[in-house]
């Protein structure tokens, strides 16, 4: 067993290696990189990610402010699409600021060389460290994830082991219509609607609209800052609740009636064992192996990605918008360096995906399974 942790674990290098050089070589390919985006700011087109961040894209720009104003009408032409008109040597000096009078491939190998040491460089656009950046907008992600997780699997698991018992009653039937709710109404489209009800869009203003906490958080005793915390991530938690609950409960409800009608499940009701007993000594371990081999992919999900546009709605600066607002922007170093993150931290759950397993039923040998 140890031997196989080890090869996933030094299968880990490989694959983050093969995921960087593969962004790396598309993001390069793609047009409107940095330069190309404060040229846009030099002709006044710039477009900011999130209107809630202004015309800069959440931060000022990594050029000199008198460069900027640097505007020549020589007429030479840029290989850089929109430059026509600006300063030759503004162009090359900003080529040397962001590394891009290097080749590709030793620029690449500067970067994995810093990410070895968890350098993730400055933020072109941002007077500040991408790792500072990370760690500033992990809490709000990490407060929505975890959250969502828990109670996703606490309303799923329970729900689905419940319409499995009593597959094709009135309760299954009524709560599908729910799960087809779930399915159908995308997450942010529940979170307007709570928004319109629950907090000032027209009908009652019960929780707040903006923020993980209140602006005097600070200044507050503890128990009522446990219990401001909560008002504020009541509706984007429930409103992302909403939006996972439906296919776990499905998949554990599934994976229930397919182990309730195995043989062994009928030999323990012949030797007369309750139902309870069935159900939860035999049939539960077996049917949540699949739950619980899906939970890294589904943390890691919740956590990065299903978070997104919840934040934006509910102006929660976090990791989903902080990657969105990078791309946009062609911000490379907080691109890549987030993308070297999320990467290598789902690598590591899937790894502890198979540690759960293997706790859950300790018949699963990992290693017999490859030799």
Known sequence: MLAYFLRRLLLIIPTLFGIMVLNFCIIQAAPGGPIEQIV????????????????SGGGDTAAP??????MADSGVTSRYPGAEGVDPELIKELEHQFGFDKPLYERF?????????FDFGKSYFRDESVFRLVVSKMPVSISL????????????????????????????????????????????????????????????????????VSDNWHDMDWPHRIVDYFWHIALPVTAMVIGGFASLTMLTKNSFLDEINKQYV??????????????????FRNAMLIVIAGFP?????????????????????????????SAINR?????????????????????????????????????????
């Open 40 to 55: 846009a700011k030099l002709h006044g087109t710039g477009v900011s990610a999130t209107a809630r961040f202004g015309g």
């Open 65 to 70: 402010a008198g460069q900027m104003a640097q």
């Open 109 to 117: 190998l500067i970067m994995m060389n810093n990410y070895l040491h």
């Open 145 to 212: 994830g975890l959250w969502t997780t828990l109670l996703v699997y606490l309303i799923s698991i329970p729900l689905g082991i419940r319409k499995a018992v009593k597959d094709g009653t009135p309760f299954d039937i009524w709560s599908s219509a729910a799960i087809i709710a779930g399915y159908a109404i995308p997450s942010f489209l529940f979170a307007v609607l709570l928004i319109v009800v629950f907090a000032g869009g027209r009908y009652l203003q019960w929780f707040p609209l903006r923020g993980l």
């Open 266 to 283: 009928l030999t323990a009701r012949a030797k007369g064992l309750t139902e309870t007993r069935v159900l939860y000594g035999h049939v």
């Open 297 to 325: 992919s589904a943390f890691i999900s919740i956590l990065f990605t299903g978070s997104l546009l919840i934040e934006v709605i509910f102006s929660l600066d976090g990791m989903g918008l902080l990657g969105f607002e």
């Open 331 to 371: 911000d490379y170093p907080v691109m890549f360096g987030t993308l070297y993150v999320f990467t290598l931290l789902g690598l590591v759950m899937n790894i502890l995906g198979d540690v759960a397993y293997m706790l859950t039923d300790p018949r699963i040998d990992f290693e017999t399974r490859e030799g």
